[in-house]
Structures are given as C-alpha cells and as structure tokens.
C-alpha cells in the first residue's frame, strides 16, 4: 500500500499558468494587481524568461503555481509533537510552588 500526499498541489508550467488565466478570464494585469506583484514578472514568469529564484519574479512564479512556496514544507496543520515530560512537571511544580501559604 502506497502512502498518499495530502496538501501537496502538482505545480503548473508556464503554458499551464497561462491557460488557468485564460480559463478564469483574468488577465495578467488584472492578476497582478490581486496579488500585488508586478505585471512584468507576472508575464516574464508565463513566458518563461527567468528561473523566479528571487524577488518580484520568484514571487510571480510562486503565485502562478509555476514554483512551490518555500515556507509550504514547514507549515503544518497539526502538530504531531507531545509535550515532554519536563514541561508537564515544570507547570505542575509550578501551581504547587504559587499556592502555598506563607506563614
């Protein structure tokens, strides 16, 4: 049995890029404007002028599916981490430590 990706999107081709703006009728200008990025990068990125390694054009790339986001590995939806031992011990000590009376 194979294990299957969640939440992992398939990235686009510059050709894909451009045929999901002409099938949701947005021009590239328009799209631009809604992520706020510069027309140019957004049309050098559909042409497939520059990789989109960095700034206006790693972000053009990025928001047209061409590339994947840096920061979409890191995030999760959950977290799978249980606390340690030591963190539970340190809040229990800690309530003890406050409610005791002084005389």
Do not use: W, Y
């Not at 099938?23 to 200008?29: E, K, R």
């Not at 799978?80 to 800690?94: F, I, V, Y």
């Amino acid at each position: 049995m194979t294990a299957q990706r969640t939440g992992v999107s398939k990235l686009r081709t510059p050709e894909e890029a451009r045929q999901f703006l002409r099938d949701n009728g947005i021009t590239v200008v328009e799209f631009a404007r809604q992520n706020g990025l510069d027309r140019h990068a957004v049309n050098d990125a559909l042409r497939g002028v520059g990789k989109g390694n960095f700034g206006k054009s790693h972000q053009a790339a990025i928001a047209l599916g061409i590339k994947r986001d840096p920061d979409s590995c890191t995030k999760t939806a959950t977290s799978r981490h249980k606390p340690t031992r030591s963190a539970k011990a340190g809040k229990a000590s800690a309530a003890k430590v406050g409610s005791k009376k002084r005389k």
